[in-house]
């Protein structure tokens, strides 16, 4: 499952969810777990994606 890092707008802490894509792609409200406000940004460029996948 992918990692999604995301930044609080308001306290500026950065917060990591991990959600499936399906779900990222509903655009799920995700709320800073620090001040609990909603304004929060994903940070693009630190998606890491976890590959322990068996082949
Ligand atoms: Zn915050």
Do not use: L, N
């Not at 609990?36 to 890491?48: C, D, L």
């Amino acid at each position: 499952m992918p990692t999604y890092e995301y930044e609080c707008q308001k306290c500026e802490k950065h917060f990591e969810v991990q959600e499936t894509i399906g779900a990222h792609a509903e655009h799920h409200q995700h709320r800073c777990p620090t001040c609990g406000s909603p304004q929060v940004r994903q940070v693009i460029a630190s998606v890491h994606v976890q590959t322990s996948r068996k082949s």
